[in-house]
């Protein structure tokens, strides 16, 4: 079964802890993105990595961090210092003829 | 100005009808366009992508593109309550980095029965 997976679906952090989520993908995809969506709202880009071992900030890096160890695997950690966490998590590969990004189910991060 | 402007909605239709939503873009070196669909509480899926001038057809969808006026458009004819949705317009700049999209805020499109 291929795609994308992002677990846990819901993540209740309290406020100072640091929080991971994954995103793995069996798709063969180089490219992968972490985005945030708050409501109403479209979505920003957080981070994201062409290939292994390399990443770059997106437009919304401040509290966040990423690792890009595997080609399946791109987790996002939400650290302390981010100031408004709760969200929606979304995380999307890039892949197919027009280059188009494809994405997972999400993770929705609420913080108690 | 925001790179990607849509209407924020929402946009009411009759079931039947063909539904129109609209995305202009800043960059005028913009290259590729993308529409997503996005139901309530769930990610985005992609319903097509448009690279040239004019229109693509896919089923009861059609994108339409205009560079000139940096305007690119969704119709979905005849519209089903399943319809119902946010739809999110995606642009990539040619100078966009890592195939970078920018989108926008998304068209909460109901389709009444």
């Known amino acids: 079964d291929g795609g994308i997976t992002q677990s846990p679906k819901y993540l209740f952090r309290k406020e100072g802890q640091n929080v991971t989520l994954s995103c793995e993908q069996n798709?063969?995809?180089?490219?992968m993105y972490w985005y945030r969506q708050d409501p109403g709202q479209g979505l920003r880009l957080i981070y994201y990595?062409?290939?292994?071992?390399?990443?770059q900030k997106g437009d919304i890096a401040e509290g966040y961090s990423v690792s890009r160890e595997k080609k399946e695997s791109f987790p996002l950690t939400v650290t302390s210092a981010q100031k408004n966490p709760t969200a929606f998590y979304l995380c999307?590969?890039?892949?197919?003829?027009?280059?188009?990004?494809?994405f997972g189910p999400g993770t929705r991060l609420t913080v108690l | 100005q925001k790179e990607v402007e849509q209407n924020s909605g929402p946009l009411s239709v009759p079931e039947g009808a063909i539904a129109s939503l609209n995305c202009t873009y800043s960059?005028?070196?913009?290259?590729?366009f993308f529409w997503y669909r996005q139901y309530s509480g769930k990610s985005p899926e992609l319903i097509m992508f448009?690279?040239?001038?004019g229109d693509k057809e896919d089923g009861r969808f059609t994108a339409q593109l205009n560079k000139a006026s940096q305007y690119v458009s969704l119709l979905i004819r005849d519209s089903q309550p399943s319809d119902s949705a946010t739809y999110l317009c995606?642009?990539?700049?040619?100078?966009?980095?890592?195939?970078?999209?920018?989108f926008g805020q998304g068209t909460e499109l109901s389709v009444k029965p």
């Open positions: 999307a590969t890039r892949g197919g003829p027009g280059n188009e990004q494809f």
């Open positions: 798709l063969n995809h180089d490219a």
């Open positions: 990595s062409q290939i292994v071992n390399d990443f």
């Open positions: 960059d005028r070196g913009s290259q590729s």
């Open positions: 448009i690279y040239s001038n």
């Open positions: 995606a642009v990539r700049g040619i100078y966009n980095q890592g195939g970078k999209l920018i």
